[in-house]
């Protein structure tokens, strides 16, 4: 009986133990979306920064052997997390042709300042704080009388030549940038002035009238985003210099613009001063660059075939001539990519639609990588849902979602994501997307592409000197927006059926 009860009761709690066992067999179930998103951290985000800004990329300058080492790393990352290459056959790449000029220390902008008695004094200016070399500057030095030409436009068609009633042969110019009406308060006359706020025609415009040097008051900062004319040198310069060259000529810089702003008419005079501009640099006219494309698939047969696209562009401004770490711009907007990717390969279930992130190249040289990406895109643009781009978002404590007023149904997924889970503040904007493209994501605007931008702001953000290092980097920004577009990526590659993303306003 003992016996018989024993078997029993064995049996009994062999039948129970029989389901748990089962139980635990199974695989247990993944992490849910919300709970993925803390795989996020601020840690590892500050670490790629790190890894981007580190002199063995040399600044990333595209085309340049410290670029492709930038993208190669980039792409040993996704291909770790399980992502598929989308690039030029099969690979990771999609490569395009970017020339690309090399700046070396020994350069200099000299004032020459002549004395009653027959001597000269020179005055050499600061490096950084006060000039700094032109990146796509020709290598030589030159001396020369300084000619104020405005906005160095030549435009018939408007009635409007800063070149007229000046000789500059020979001679070098001081320009402003841009152009002398605005797109945001002259919206119905700026596009016939347009295509004059383009540092490529005014640099060109500037060698056609004869002129050998330029000084550009530009910043002074780094930008590898102009022409390049063999024997034409060229320098960007701020106040100081400019200052100094408009000193004793009865004229005060300030009103000068304000006065061609305007009367929309020149005011170019020479400005009876003497300067010395010396770069030393390296053309490398046949550079090759590429873009860097990894494809997350969508599980759903019919809904595959559409894209959520994540970018943000890689490349920085290398050295000129010291090394430009570019941080903020852009190892922050590739950092948080690099940890969205992760998280999204991580979840249990593929999502519905595709998600494909792309790391631009040469952002800087003129959005080159962009453009050839839309010339040749991995997805059909009729079957790319939008764009989510980043570019400068590693410094302060708050967002900006350029073009999200322009979206507002897009816009709704970042809104609900972050008031639902992050609270962050996240300011949305309108872009007119009116001016010269500054930005990856004017293009695919351009192109009908539904696009937000985010850039972080609330703390001092140097802007392509060499002062955009890991030290100014604030690493928990980079982690919220990266949850942020975590989570609204998973609804908008998730909804079985999205609302019209291509409305709003002007584009």
């Excluded at 500050?46 to 085309?63: C, I, K």
């Excluded at 998280?343 to 790391?359: D, H, M, N, Q, Y």
Aim: overall charge negative; some cysteine; glycine content about 10%.
């Amino acid at each position: 009986m003992f016996l018989r009860h024993r078997t029993v009761c064995l049996l009994l709690c062999w039948g129970m133990l029989i389901p748990f066992a089962v139980v635990r067999a199974a695989d247990p179930p993944g992490p849910s979306p919300t709970e993925r998103m803390h795989t996020i951290s601020s840690h590892r985000l500050h670490d790629h920064v790190a890894e981007l800004t580190s002199p063995r990329y040399a600044g990333r300058l595209t085309g340049t052997p410290g670029y492709r080492a930038a993208a190669q790393w980039v792409a040993e990352r996704f291909r770790s997390w399980g992502l598929e290459p989308a690039g030029d056959d099969g690979t990771w790449y999609q490569d395009f042709e970017i020339p690309y000029t090399l700046v070396f220390p020994g350069s200099r902008v000299r004032l020459h300042l002549p004395q009653a008695n027959g001597s000269v004094i020179f005055k050499d200016y600061r490096y950084e704080d006060e000039y700094i070399p032109g990146s796509t500057s020709a290598s030589g030095e030159i001396t020369a009388e300084v000619i104020y030409v405005g906005y160095g436009i030549t435009a018939p068609e408007l009635g409007y030549d800063d070149y007229a009633g000046v000789d500059v042969a020979g001679k070098i110019v001081l320009m402003e940038r841009e152009v002398p009406v605005s797109p945001e308060t002259q919206a119905d006359v700026f596009p016939a002035w347009r295509p004059y706020s383009f540092h490529q025609y005014k640099l060109r415009n500037a060698v056609a009238h004869g002129a050998r040097g330029m000084l550009y008051n530009y910043g002074p900062i780094a930008n590898p985003n102009n022409a390049y004319e063999p024997d034409f040198v060229y320098s960007h310069v701020g106040e100081a210099v400019v200052g100094d060259l408009f000193a004793g000529t009865g004229r005060e810089h300030a009103a000068v613009v304000r006065e061609i702003r305007q009367t929309l008419q020149p005011r170019s005079a020479p400005l009876g001063k003497t300067v010395t501009i010396g770069n030393r640099t390296e053309h490398h006219p046949g550079g090759r660059g590429s873009n860097v494309l990894a494809l997350l698939p969508g599980g759903d047969p019919a809904l595959r075939q559409e894209v959520i696209i994540l970018g943000a562009h890689l490349d920085h401004l290398g050295y000129c001539y010291e090394l430009m770490p570019g941080a903020n711009d852009n190892a922050s907007g590739v950092a948080v990519l690099l940890g969205v990717a992760e998280a999204l390969a991580g979840l249990e279930k593929p999502l519905p639609r595709s998600v494909l992130f792309i790391c631009f190249g040469a952002e800087e040289q003129a959005l080159a990588g962009s453009q050839h990406y839309l010339a040749h895109p991995a997805f059909p643009l009729a079957r790319t849902r939008c764009l989510l781009n980043m570019d400068g978002v590693g410094c302060g404590d708050k967002l900006t979602a350029l073009a999200a007023e322009n979206y507002p149904a897009l816009w709704e997924f970042i809104r609900r994501a972050n008031d639902d889970y992050v609270h962050r503040t996240v300011t949305p904007r309108q872009f007119h997307n009116l001016a010269r493209p500054r930005l990856d994501a004017a293009w695919f605007m351009w192109r009908d592409v539904p696009t937000i931008s985010f850039s972080s702001y609330g703390a001092p953000s140097p802007y392509h000197v060499t002062s955009d290092n890991l030290e100014i980097i604030t690493p928990e920004i980079m982690e919220d927006l990266g949850q942020i577009l975590f989570l609204a990526i998973v609804e908008l590659a998730g909804q079985a059926e999205l609302p019209d993303l291509n409305t709003g306003g002007d584009r």
